[in-house]
């Protein structure tokens, strides 16, 4: 093989373990020269790829002919897909054919088929994206102040309950002292006010007066109602 600096260094050592002879038992030209075959794919992996390419993992070997355009060949036995159990693998490329080394400088590496205006749209989805997180995060800024302010609000309203509610209980507290010293009051001077009422008591002749009487009377009956609900 003519040394070419235009053909990968991957592809000059795949040619030149296909070519070799003492190889042939692992790897090897297929009978119309057209692809070659992987025999024992095993002691493929582990005797001939370290002496090679410096590993022994068939799995990348393969990824690099992916990466180079080769496919495998699929054989069909009598309608039956062939699987690579059964068989050696296959592989094939238009360029890289027996007794044609000059057709290597023709296999290119595969580069990635993302268009330059496929970037500019995902830059523009990305550009929405982002003003749309945007618009969400102002809008829950928003819905945050709103509850903060409610929040607040919710507290002072709270506290003027519990003010209201302190000012109520006071205040029966003070209604009930003005009672428990009004009832003490007529409990105490009852006797004396009606003594000094007493003479009031009687008319010119010296009865009882019938309006003085039910005054009297409204009084004790008065006391004795606050003292039963007290």
């Known amino acids: ?55 022994n993992n068939m799995a990348s070997f393969v990824r690099q002919l992916n990466m180079y355009g080769f496919r495998k060949v699929i054989h ?17 490329h238009p360029f890289f054919k027996q007794e044609q080394d000059d057709l290597l400088e023709n296999i290119k590496r595969k580069v990635s088929s993302a268009r330059p205006e496929d970037n500019i749209i995902c830059q523009e989805d990305l550009t929405k994206i982002q003003s749309s997180v945007q618009n969400v995060q102002a809008k829950q800024e928003g819905l945050e102040l709103m509850l903060t302010t409610l929040q607040r609000e919710n507290e002072a309203l709270w506290r003027e309950v519990s003010d209201l509610r302190q000012k109520h209980a006071n205040q029966q507290q003070v209604i009930r002292k003005i009672i428990q010293f009004i009832i003490s009051l007529v409990q105490n001077n009852r006797v004396v006010s009606l003594k000094r009422k007493r003479p009031l008591l009687m008319n010119n002749n010296g009865s009882k007066s019938k309006f003085i009487h039910q005054v009297y009377e409204e009084l004790v009956e008065s006391t004795e109602a606050i003292n039963t609900h007290h």
């Open 1 to 55: 093989m003519k040394q070419n600096s235009n053909v990968p260094a991957f592809l000059t050592k795949l040619w030149s373990l296909v070519e070799d002879g003492a190889t042939n038992e692992f790897i090897c030209w297929s009978q119309n020269g057209q692809s070659f075959l992987v025999l024992d794919e095993q002691r493929f992996a582990k005797e001939i790829l370290p002496k090679y390419f410096k590993h």
């Open 76 to 92: 069909m036995d009598t309608g039956i897909v062939k699987q690579e159990r059964d068989g050696p693998i296959e592989f094939q």
